[in-house]
């Protein structure tokens, strides 16, 4: 944070207004540059979080694990945002995301995409993201012990 506030410092304290001038400052990345563009200075951006990686996994069915899909939802995304109220599309789709369009048991009849919805359509929205399977965990023995005193 003290990076960053002494690099706008010498930049005359002038904060950069648009995505890639946010994401030169130090601890701004993709996320954080992209919601304070399309928040602060209503500009388009495609704020992608967790959440809108979900909604748009389901709204597009998209089979590419999550893991190698973001640079496709990414693109998705930029293409559904407006160039009026940018801001309002992001918040609102993280909205849906986090309140509507959940990870498990999501309420797609409350969902105003539910028409266009590719995995409601196919009546299989809880498969979506597509997630790589875990790998298995070693199995790991070991010896415990306990050491007590006569006092308590």
Known sequence: LKACADLVAARGGRFPDTET?????????????????????????????????????????????????????RAQVERMVPATRPGDFAQAMMDLGATICTPRRPRCMLCPLREDCSAVIAGDPENFPVRLPKANKPLRRGAAFVATREDG
């Open 21 to 73: 001038g946010l994401r030169e400052l130090p601890g701004i990345g993709a996320y954080t540059s992209a919601a304070i563009t399309a928040i602060a200075f209503d500009r388009p951006a495609a704020v992608v979080d967790g959440n809108v990686e979900r909604v748009i996994s389901r709204l597009f069915s998209i089979t590419t694990p999550l893991s190698e899909a973001k640079a496709e939802i």
